[in-house]
């Protein structure tokens, strides 16, 4: 939802008459999209007529890169091919390191969950399988920031990068001695802060300076605080609030988010008791097509709902709007349901 109608997006007050939620994205907001974020998925085995569940992990990560180069390009003029390859080759190691920290698996639905023990109903504790904590926007430029240091020939690209995602970062306070770093828990320099002095983080018989990064753009950055509720007639993502400049790229992440929690939930056997009626609208979709991250975004997703049983509307200005691209005149003016 990208256009403002007094200080809510234009689509809020079909949500409510709908009973449905309005999500707003804004700065400093508590409410989060993990850019990172990833589920299971139910698959249709059509010889065996049976469903089953799946991972597609490796197909996710890309994603999750072309998000991240949408950041890190945004509408400036595309970097030198070596350098373009060398932030893409960094961004995908990175990643994969993630996913791999928190072992998560590509092709192992069972990885992306863990036993815990949580409070039920009746106060008690009791042991249940939860999703595991997922890689974060910050747990990524932590392991950038220090990549930087060690890496010259990637020296320039880790860096454009590290700039990039600066606005993005909700909170990362660290002291650098001598090329290592030391990363201060959040909860640890809130406290340091309550004191009322500068805060000085102790090591050995030495006080150092703590650097801390605070983005103002930090809704894509921890765990995410929504889920998708299949009784809920309508959600609503309210992008409107947000700058200009900023929307395009909170356009694509939102939208690769409800590829992934909402349309590939479907099943793709039409007549399963898991498959519903599903409608996706991208409002000023024609924002997006000038960027080719964006582009190839939207044609994912296109076709992954396509597959889902969802029908994808959009909306921009003109037919012609992006005909001149392929992945916009063949896999989403040719496709669009409306």
């Known amino acids: 939802d990208s256009q403002k ?28 999209i993990n850019l990172c974020e990833v589920s299971d998925q139910l698959e249709y085995d059509e010889m065996l007529k049976t469903e089953y569940k799946a ?18 390009q945004g509408n400036k003029a595309d970097a030198e091919f070596s350098l373009n390859t060398y932030m893409e080759r960094v961004l995908k190691d990175t990643i994969d390191e993630c996913f791999d ?16 023990e949580v409070l039920d109903d009746t ?31 990637h020296e320039e690209a880790i860096g454009l990068i590290l700039d990039s995602l600066k606005d993005y970062v909700r909170m990362i306070a660290y002291v650098e001695v001598d090329g290592d770093y030391h990363f201060i828990d959040e909860k640890q320099y809130v406290a ?62 939102v939208m690769s988010f409800i590829t992934e929690e909402f349309s590939k939930n479907n099943s793709m056997n039409f007549n399963s008791k898991t498959s519903d009626k599903l409608v996706v609208i991208l409002d000023e979709c024609h924002e ?44 989403v003016i040719a496709n669009t349901a409306i």
């Open 5 to 32: 109608r007094g200080n809510r997006g234009e689509y809020s007050s079909l949500a409510d008459d709908l009973n449905g939620v309005c999500h707003q994205l804004k700065h400093n907001s508590s409410f989060i």
């Open 55 to 72: 991972l597609h992990l490796a197909e996710r990560k890309s994603v999750i890169s072309d998000n991240l180069m949408m950041i890190v």
């Open 101 to 116: 920290e928190m072992g998560i698996y590509d092709g192992q639905p069972e990885t992306l969950y863990e036993m815990k």
């Open 123 to 153: 106060g008690a504790f009791v042991e249940k399988k939860v999703k595991k904590e997922l890689p974060t926007i910050s747990m990524i430029y932590k392991k950038l920031l220090v990549k930087h240091h060690l890496s010259d020939r």
């Open 192 to 253: 340091l802060e309550a004191t009322g002095q500068k805060p000085m983080y102790q090591i050995g018989d030495k006080s150092y300076p703590i650097t801390v990064i605070r983005g103002g753009k930090n809704y894509f950055d921890g765990q995410s605080t929504v889920e998708f509720n299949s009784d809920c007639a309508c959600t609503n993502f309210d992008i409107s609030g947000l700058p200009d400049g900023e929307r395009p790229t909170a356009r694509q992440v």
């Open 288 to 331: 997006n097509y000038p960027f080719q991250f964006m582009r190839r975004s939207i044609d994912n997703a296109y076709r992954t709902q396509r597959k889902r049983h969802c029908s994808t509307w959009i909306s921009q200005q003109a037919l012609s709007d992006g005909s001149q691209y392929d992945e916009i005149s063949q896999g």
